[in-house]
């Protein structure tokens, strides 16, 4: 028998139902690849025993007859998500002690419907980054090498534990968080499918804010199906976050194997950026072959404010975080640094606790917020933010169901390699899924091919409001049409 840790969720759950698999064998087995695959820095915190309590109540429930959708599948859990009793700290000094009353809404969710938590993984500090190297508890290592090189990789970030877990068979899917990019570029740089839903769709109750206008939660797994399976159960409305939406959550999973014939594809001219890589114009090429083949009607379109769209990020994000990233004061969560008065209390925590990263923000945040440059910076931003929404709006008024995109400008990059003097190199990650946060689309990156290196290369696909079915059934199409990829185990 192949590996259990490899399996699908599809998969998974077939076998606990068949109960030719146990959920605690299911539990142990990923316990133990976790254990062997400490090296690559996934998880922050393994739960061994919350693992096997739950994985113990799922095969009562399996044997009862009263098995949840998720029933005894073990996931690994984003350290933004807050965890009861369990400890949650955004992998930031500021919170390293920080144990939650309560759980955040959507990993509830996931409990309720009979999922098994593995543990939490790594990310940068209060999601901040596309690379991993930021956390307080040290850079994630890609499972990915480059072919005959042993030069240690970025999964991506933020959520680069969540894709290195799931890319290394260390869990059969991880939750994320994507503010600008989080979920779907550690999901190309690691081969395995990412999903950032429409803003509203899941509940953004007792997930560590960043910037709360553009955060969502959603879905790494390895299979386009499998990520509509966890989806189900990630979303819905939750009166305790007055920003997620009252609408029925579908049955994702049957938009799977839907037909996409006839669906008008957008392809967006202004995403032929400046010194992309030529495998990524050939790997987007193809892509718009295998849509075609299926059926679809490629037309061109124009997003004629996207080259606006990181600038303004790069302006709203931090603010937002500014004024979230307030709250930690050394008062009421986490680290505390004694000070000559409480002035100089918040001082020293706050210069203690926050990561270089961070502090840049939150002083980037705090300028452009300030009475004098309010106008000039976070009001045009948001006035571009509006621009870039409505951009989206008329191509979708047209007729336009979906849009197919590249995930990332190149491959994954070394450890160290990018961001150390010019933080503008990092940023520039996200010039292909950043615009997605700004109009509070879904977007969904879905690994198509390799780079002359052997790394994992991503497409992108963005919908329209709520409408995660359309791309579901498109990505499964490439997702069939490219093959899966997996990383050689070497750690
Ligand atoms: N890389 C982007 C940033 O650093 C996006 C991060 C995210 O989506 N959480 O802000």
Redesign the pocket.
């Known amino acids: 028998m192949t590996d259990i840790t490899s399996l699908t969720i599809a998969a998974a759950r077939d076998a606990l139902k068949k109960k030719t698999i146990s959920a605690r064998e299911l539990a142990d087995a990923h316990l133990s690849a976790m254990e062997r695959a400490r090296s690559l820095n996934a998880y922050v915190l393994e739960t061994p025993d919350v693992a096997r309590t739950m994985a113990a109540r799922s095969d009562k429930r399996i044997a009862a007859g009263e098995a949840g959708p998720l029933e005894g599948i073990p996931i690994g859990v984003k350290d933004l998500f807050c965890t009861k009793d369990v400890r949650t700290t955004a992998c930031s000094h500021i919170l390293h002690n920080f144990v939650p009353a309560y759980e955040s809404t959507v990993t509830a969710q996931l409990w309720r419907d009979g999922a098994v938590m593995l543990g939490k993984t790594n990310n940068?500090e209060f999601?901040?980054?596309?690379s991993n190297e930021t956390s307080y508890f040290g850079p994630v290592t890609s499972p990915w090498h480059r072919k005959g090189s042993n030069t240690p990789l970025v999964p991506g970030?933020?959520s680069g534990g969540s894709a290195a877990a799931v890319a290394a068979n260390l869990c059969l899917a991880a939750t994320g968080?994507?503010?600008?990019?989080?979920i779907r570029?550690p999901a190309a740089f690691t081969g395995i499918a990412g999903l950032k839903p429409t803003y509203g769709r899941c509940s953004r109750w007792g997930i560590v804010a960043?910037a709360s206008s553009l955060d969502q939660a959603g879905p790494f797994t390895r299979t386009v199906r499998d990520g509509a399976i966890l989806l189900r159960s990630m979303a819905g409305h939750d009166p305790k976050d007055t920003t997620s939406v009252d609408r029925p959550v579908p049955d994702y999973e049957a938009a799977i194997g839907r037909s996409v014939k006839g669906m008008r594809i957008g392809i967006p001219k202004e995403y032929r950026v400046d010194g992309m890589a030529a495998e990524i114009e050939k790997l987007w090429e193809q892509g718009i072959a295998w849509l075609k083949a299926a059926g679809a009607e490629i037309v061109e379109i124009s997003l004629p404010h996207t080259k606006y769209a990181l600038p303004a990020y790069y302006i709203v994000?931090p603010a937002e975080a500014s004024s979230n990233l307030a709250r930690y004061d050394g008062v009421r969560y986490g680290l505390r640094e004694p000070g000559r008065d409480i002035i100089g209390m918040y001082e020293n925590t706050r210069a203690r606790g926050f990561g270089k990263e961070v502090r840049r923000r939150v002083m980037i945040g705090t300028y452009v917020l300030s009475a004098g440059y309010y106008d000039a910076y976070y009001l045009r931003a948001q006035k571009v933010r509006t621009l870039i929404k409505r951009d989206f709006e008329e191509v979708f008024a047209r007729g336009v169901q979906a849009i197919l995109t590249p995930a990332t400008p190149t491959a994954a990059f070394g450890i160290g390699e990018k961001g150390g003097v010019d933080p503008i190199e990092m940023?520039l990650?996200?010039v292909f899924t950043v615009t997605v946060n700004m109009a509070g689309l879904p977007g969904l990156a879905v690994p198509a091919g390799l780079s002359s290196e052997g790394l994992p290369l991503g497409l992108q696909l963005i919908g329209r409001p709520f409408d995660e079915e359309t791309l579901f059934s498109l990505g499964e199409v490439i997702e069939q049409a490219a093959g899966r990829f997996a990383p050689e185990t070497w750690w």
């Not at 968080?177 to 989080?182: H, K």
């Open positions: 940068d999601a901040m980054g596309s970030g933020s968080t994507d503010t600008g990019g989080s570029q960043f994000a940023y990650n996200d």
